[in-house]
């Protein structure tokens, strides 16, 4: 590995009082991958944007680019030295070419017109250098989620990026995807480029990574080596304690009594003729490779799309839901794995994201919304979920993804849910985050409550469920009780056919 690309030293950042970063110590350099680490809200996501630019640091800290001290900290000067974000959103054009979302950086004269040969022997020649073969006319709407990841990357190769910093770069990947990804990163690793990368897998942080850097509360507690830790040690500096996966099953005892039940559930092409039981004090698995139905299933269940035959009965009542308003009537609540553009009401309050879905029990006199319950039933779902920070009237997108999470959750205990279908809930958190949502989820089916886990991970599942179904191209193919479940018997039987 080369000498350092960039370099912040004794780094601080503080919000209305309130210290986010903390003396932070931590370089970048050429030919390595070095993660980053840590819980939610642990100062991951402010290093990253003072890193770019975008965010300026308290006074007192300094940020070096190939050991020279940067003056003036900026987007601008960040990218002139060579630092390219690809954010977890991936922030591309879709309605653009995949020629045109590569080079979309590239300056061009105002009073020249736009060489449309060049943008696209520019976008093949990056793309050759990653080993791929792209139709570079082609709109990227038209590529999957991991062709993007790979449309942004080149992107940052093009603009010549010295170091490039991923941001969550496999949350909606496939298995398959996210080991072209892991292999590409390899690739342009041996260019020279710096990668930092930041994600709450760690096996892929064991699979990539040449140093770790591990955030908690705002500072760095370790940066040593992948080869000086194990899984063990990482998670235990990562929370602050020693934190062990228990498995949470039904305590309460098998239960006759049907919560919800589907017969013959229908509609194509996302799946056909699904029947199953959910029963008392359970939790129920539902798991598949992606595009298996999975998701279109809870969301015909909610509403979303149009059901073509079958039945749904919810308590023994035979329901008939034609749109999302009725499935929430009725005591069905949906926790897309999508937060932010299917879940989350961007640019409002945490207050008006957890009661959107309960404003008959914030209603005063002459029905009028009441303000002072909407904060009450607020806080008490803060402290109820631990939900950090504790400001009620903050904007929910300054949270970190996990606390974003636990406030979606919120809006559904406060909805009084009778069934609760969770669709990836820990995608994109870490380790205590998801713990903690895991208990709930428990402590949710002693309480009476319908629990449907939908869950890419293996090992979750089969943790957390009591039973298994597994979905394939649309078809329930398999049901496992979590008393005979392995990872391997559960691809066996159902993933793969």
């Known amino acids: 590995m080369s000498e350092s690309i960039f370099e912040v030293k004794n780094l601080s950042k503080t919000y209305s009082g309130i210290t986010v970063l903390k003396n932070i110590s931590f370089d970048i350099k050429g030919g390595e991958v070095h993660a980053l680490v840590g819980e939610n809200g642990a100062g991951k996501s402010t290093l990253i944007k003072i890193i770019a630019g975008v965010e300026v640091p308290d006074k007192g800290g300094e940020i070096y680019y190939r050991g020279a001290l940067e003056q003036s900290v900026s987007a601008e000067s960040a990218m002139s030295h060579g630092l390219s974000v690809i954010y977890q959103d991936i922030s591309l054009f879709p309605n653009l070419s995949i020629a045109e979302n590569i080079s979309i950086t590239q300056t061009v004269s105002p009073v020249s017109a736009v060489d449309w040969p060049v943008i696209r022997n520019k976008a093949v020649e990056t793309l050759k ?114 934190l062990r996966f228990v498995p949470m099953h039904n305590e309460l005892g098998e239960s006759d009594d049907v919560i919800f039940e589907l017969e013959d559930f229908t509609c194509e092409p996302y799946f056909r003729n699904i029947s199953f039981k959910l029963k008392k004090n359970e939790i129920l698995g539902l798991t598949g490779l992606v595009g298996a139905g999975r998701s279109e299933l809870a969301q015909t269940i909610f509403g979303m799309y149009k059901l073509q035959s079958g039945k749904m009965r919810l308590l023994g009542e035979e329901l008939r839901i034609k749109e999302p308003k009725n499935a929430i009537k009725a005591g069905i609540a949906y926790l897309p794995e999508d937060r932010r553009t299917q879940s989350l009401y961007v640019g409002q309050s945490v207050v008006k994201n957890i009661t959107i879905a309960a404003l ?53 205990l406060e909805a009084d849910p009778k ?72 691809i066996e039987r159902g993933l793969m056919g």
């Open 129 to 242: 250098i990653l080993d791929l073969e792209m139709d570079v006319n082609m709109p990227l709407a038209s590529v999957s989620v991991g062709k993007q990841q790979l449309v942004a990357i080149a992107r940052a190769l093009a603009t010549n990026a010295k170091v490039i910093i991923m941001d969550e770069p496999t949350s909606a990947l496939s298995s398959a995807e996210v080991e072209t990804l892991l292999d590409i990163i390899k690739k342009i690793k041996k260019e020279g480029v710096g990668i930092v990368y930041i994600t709450h897998k760690l096996s892929e942080v064991f699979a990539i990574a040449d140093r770790v850097s591990v955030l908690r509360d705002g500072e760095v507690i370790t940066s040593d080596n992948i080869e000086n830790f194990t899984q063990e040690s990482m998670i235990n500096a990562m929370v602050g304690r020693d």
């Open 360 to 412: 008959n029990k914030m209603l005063g006199r002459f029905s009028l919304l009441n303000k002072s319950l909407e904060f009450e039933a607020t806080r008490e779902n803060i402290a109820k979920l631990q939900i950090k920070p504790d400001r009620p009237y903050s904007n929910v997108e300054t949270f970190s993804g996990g606390n974003q999470q636990k406030v979606m959750l919120a809006r559904w």
């Open 419 to 490: 069934l609760l279908i969770v669709d990836e809930p820990t995608t994109g958190i870490d380790v205590g985050a998801k713990l903690e949502i895991h208990k709930l989820l428990r402590n949710l089916t002693q309480q009476g409550v319908g629990v449907i886990l939908i869950s890419s991970d293996l090992s979750e599942v089969i943790a957390v469920s009591d039973r298994i179904i597994v979905m394939r191209q649309g078809n329930l193919v398999t049901e496992v009780p979590v008393s005979e479940a392995t990872q391997e018997g559960i």
